[in-house]
């Protein structure tokens, strides 16, 4: 980048992103150690290095002079969830009529490990109902 495109940048802007460059890197970076070190051996050294670099995260969002986040990053954010919880739904409705249906015709019985992740599937859809309901209500 030439100093006439940096110098182009409007100050808050050029603040928000070096701020959210380092929260995030602050964040990637504990979670990276956090994953080294708990692979070395070290998983109580790689826990206080993962949560380092969360209140780093934290840290660099709270003295940031200006909001992390704007308009187009909430719309963005509020799409992607729309879009997840919809592509999820089907799956996880499919899936677990499909190991219910394997299971009952002694085809297949799923590990407990499937039946782990189905119940994690179905925590996200009510803690999401749960949500939406205190929203609803609150305006």
């Known amino acids: 980048m030439t100093e006439n495109a940096a110098s182009s940048v409007p100050e808050p ?5 070096t701020y959210r460059r380092l929260a995030f890197g602050v964040l990637m970076a504990g979670v990276v150690a956090g994953l080294v070190l708990r692979g070395a051996g070290y998983p109580l050294a790689g826990e206080g290095v993962y949560w380092l670099g969360i209140v780093g995260a934290i840290a660099a969002y709270v003295v940031s002079p200006v909001p992390l986040l704007d308009e187009r990053d909430t719309r963005m954010e509020e799409r992607a969830s729309r879009l997840a919880l919809t ?5 996880f409705v499919l899936g677990a009529s499909a190991l219910r249906t394997l299971n009952v015709l002694d085809v297949w019985t799923a590990p407990a490990f499937v039946w782990g992740m189905g119940y994690g599937f179905l925590a996200v859809y009510v803690l999401f109902a749960a949500a939406f309901a205190v929203v609803w209500y609150r305006t």
Not at 13 to 17: E, G, Q
Not at 87 to 91: M, V
């Open 13 to 17: 802007l050029a603040k928000r992103r």
């Open 87 to 91: 592509a999820g739904a089907p799956l």
